[in-house]
């Protein structure tokens, strides 16, 4: 069978009647509609001779043997969040459907070739992602934790993943599915403005941003409004106003795509009669280069103490959350730049600012990389996130080629 990258559009507004409504993508994942969306993939593979798979975190795999039992993954997740997209997620697993069919068609391919439908990717009922990818690399750590976990109605995590056939306990045991794993391949829609911005239709990914997530506490002294002369208040939110700017030039100095959000401020006493005594402020500071975030934070931290002693006050930093930054394979960036521009003329390079179930698998050593299609005004999340057909097209063409390209390369 030719490659019909027309078959994955129809397919995806298949998928969206079978389980949207008016308000978007309703296949949250551990629930009935999600497995519903499995049923339907289930029956989608089923001409290629692929065999199914459901591994203990709930990943859905589907085996295509190959000459070696060394393996090639294609992935992605057809779980969404409440009121979702059409594509997020589910244009990954259904252009690696239309691969699976290619491949199949042409014979036995020199490698395995496996398609995983990721299990939880958006964590959009229980607030955990990558719940299957995370299981499945390793650095599932949080086993005590999740079994708290509940869901706005009450439902405990464990009670919902067993409805689904799996155990909690057991998740981390589909470690094993990526034993005989050599690459892993995954396209995903941008769900930001660059390459609209640009004018092309695809881009490769170098990897995930690395995030320094901080509290920064501001101590003055509550005064009254009235009574205390400007030039003797200690005011906490003039500390924080002032790093709220400086992160602009501080982001232009680090460049390469810095980027540092002051995502809130609350401010104590908080009442229009007094001088702020206490701001805390959020601080999220993301790059591609581990050296380059340190900077970043570096940077902030220096400027709060300088302001802290303009405003004699007192400042103190609290890290809330950090993940280091994930950069995908080398020689996969070459073949994926090579298809892009096979099939669209140009490629782009691009970091990825959320992160995906390939991050994961990159993180546990299986060499990675990532293929982003353009986004319409950027938008992800929402039932307004679209993608014109023509560049969906070019994307399944794209990463058919990088699939052709990886097993030639790995083979
Ligand atoms: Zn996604």
Redesign the pocket.
Known sequence: MPLDPSRTVAELQELRELTGDENGAQRVAWTEAWARARDWLRGKVAETGAVEEIDEAGNQWFTLDGESDRALLLGG?IDSVPNGGWL??CLNVMAGVEVLRRIAADGRPPLTVRLVNWAD??GARFGRSLFGSSAAAGSMTDQDELRQRRDQNGVALPDALREHGVDLDGARAARSQLENAVVYLEL?IEQGPVLESMDLPLGVVLGTFGVERHLVTWKGQAAHAGSTPMDKRRDALAGAAKLALEIRPMAAEVGDGAVCTSGGVVCRPGIVTSVVETAEQLLDQRHLDAGKLARLLELARKASERFAAEENIDVSFERIWNIEPILFDEKLIALADESIREVAGTSHRLPSGPL?DAAEVARAGIPTVMIFVQSLRGLSHTKLEDTKEEHLELAVQALDRLTTKTMEAYA
Do not use: A, F, L
Request: hydrophobic fraction near 0%.
């Open positions: 997740h997020d997620g990717e958006e995903h995906h």
